[in-house]
């Protein structure tokens, strides 16, 4: 297994006698690094010890010796490193293992190079009240192997998991401990805890509508089943990818529900640990990719990936602090075997969550992580002319007259019309408003279920192939020629 590395301390815990005395010992090559003694708590037979921080690396082995009057007992864990432990989770695309993405078959034969990345992945188990421990995993931690990265379809291991530790562990080459723990056709409730659906006025429902959700949807089951047994453990950091659910069930609330996740979880495992995971620990998400549209109407899924921002268009943001987010719906996929819901190409996805995370949760400077983003807003009424200057370069990879729409309103009345794109350079670009005989109040950008092919919106950054991210803005006043901040 893998252990989070300094500069926490990694929790080991389990179960005993009650007052027995249970002594843990990290050793390498029989010599003792440390020890920890404490006892069993009587009320829950448990014991916890929090060993000192480690510098990444091993093979270790923990030995954990408990003695009660005469009884002696004895249990030894092998080769276990010190790393970084991320969690992953969220639904089906979360799921889906290594055998179901675009080369497979290469995919999974690449585990040679490795071997220091191990991988646990939790049991769909589903409880009325928050576990202590896991009730069972569907895969023990484990090095990788072709057979444990593809074992069938939405089983273990997660592509996006898995893929995602390896590109941190090319970056940062030392070990990465990936613990996987999602469920298929899930809303966010689910993931939930009571506390946090409580602080958004969610209310139990007696009618949950099937068509996007065909897991559990009772409130707090996989949160109380499988994500609270683990917040015991030192993570670095969780990855999440979710909301496919919400799009016809408690959307109007998601920019609320997955802010109070975030919080929630983040105290919990802090409380948990012991205060070793940090309080604020890095939160990386994907923002939801393209469906073909049949359920699903053309402003539902803007609108879940707009909330999956907390209505900001970005992370991190003031609701959503040391988070970070892949965007992912140039990653559309019409031919997946699995549904056009299920992209095959996870491998785009972990990398721009790695980024993300270098970003974020390494710290890494001057690292392009995400891509452009509307900064200043100019209405040059006179010219017909709408001009849009971004936080960082554009690239403008194509001409696209319809991705840009603007609110024109007339006599109370507003409508969003399509815009084409008139000119453009480095770092700006104006739209053709001359259609708006009215008065302009918002633009958007890729305010669709499908905004454009695999891999050609119009806007990326120019060197890291980072997509510009849907968005959404007022324009706050009408005088010509007026600077506008971007109003969220």
């Known amino acids: 297994m893998v252990l989070q590395k300094e500069p926490a301390g990694a929790v080991i815990w389990g179960y005993g006698i009650s007052g027995a005395t249970v002594t843990v010992t990290l050793c390498q090559d029989q010599e003792i690094i440390m020890k920890k003694v404490t006892h ?13 921080p480690m510098k990444p690396g091993g093979p270790y082995e923990v030995m954990a010796q408990q003695t009660f009057g005469k009884m002696n007992l004895t249990l030894r864990v092998h080769d276990v ?79 996006v998991c898995w893929l995602f530790g390896r590109y ?16 298929g056709g899930t809303p966010i409730e689910a993931w939930s805890s009571g506390r946090s659906l409580k602080a958004c006025g969610v209310h139990r429902q007696g009618f949950i509508p099937s068509d996007s959700v065909t897991g559990p949807s009772e409130y707090s089951v996989l949160w109380n089943a499988m994500i609270h047994p683990l917040s015991n453990m030192t993570l670095k950091g969780v990855i999440w990818y979710q909301g496919e659910s919400n799009v016809n069930f408690n959307r109007d609330l998601y920019n609320c529900t997955f802010p109070a996740l975030i919080e929630d979880w983040r105290q919990t495992f802090h409380h948990g640990s012991q205060g070793q995971t940090e309080r604020l620990f890095p939160f990386g998400f994907v923002q939801l990719s393209s ?3 049949g359920a699903v109407s053309n402003d539902q899924l803007p609108q879940i990936r707009w909330h999956q921002t907390a209505d900001f268009g970005y992370v991190p943001n003031l609701r959503m602090p040391n988070t970070f987010m892949a965007v992912a719906m140039d990653l559309g996929d019409r031919n997946s075997p699995f549904g056009s819901v299920h992209p095959r190409d ?23 992580f995400q891509g452009p983003l509307p900064e200043k807003i100019e209405l040059l009424a006179d010219k017909g002319l709408l001009n849009i200057r971004y936080s960082q370069q554009i690239q403008v990879q194509r001409q696209d007259d319809k991705i840009f729409e603007i609110s024109c309103c007339d006599d109370h009345q507003c409508k969003w019309l399509p815009v084409p794109m008139n000119t453009f350079s480095t770092q700006s670009l104006a739209l053709n408003i001359s ?54």
């Open 435 to 488: 259609s708006c005989q009215g008065t302009l109040v918002a633009f958007r950008y890729a305010w669709t279920t499908w905004p454009c092919e695999y891999k050609q919106c119009p806007l990326y950054h120019p060197s890291s192939t980072l997509p510009a991210p849907p968005f959404t803005a007022f324009i706050t006043n009408q005088m010509p020629g007026h600077h506008s901040k971007v109003a969220q």
């Open 40 to 52: 069993v708590k009587a009320y829950s037979n448990s014991w916890m010890v929090v060993l000192d």
């Open 346 to 368: 996870k491998q785009t996805v972990a990398y721009r969550l790695h980024l993300g995370a270098r970003a974020v949760a390494y710290g890494e400077k001057q690292l392009i």
């Open 168 to 183: 941190l562990y090319d970056t940062l080459r030392y070990p990465i401990g990936l613990i996987s723990s999602s469920w």
């Open 81 to 159: 490193l010190f790393g970084d432990v991320w969690l992953c989770s969220g639904q089906s695309n979360m799921q889906m293992t290594v055998l179901q993405i675009f080369n497979a078959t290469r995919e999974l034969s690449n585990t040679t190079a490795y071997q220091s990345v191990r991988i646990l992945s939790v049991s769909l188990i589903q409880a009325e009240q928050e576990l202590e421990d896991l009730a069972e995993v569907d895969l023990r931690w484990s090095k990788p192997t072709s057979e444990n990265l593809g074992h069938g379809k939405f089983e273990y291991m997660s592509a």
């Open 291 to 293: 469906v073909l549209a």
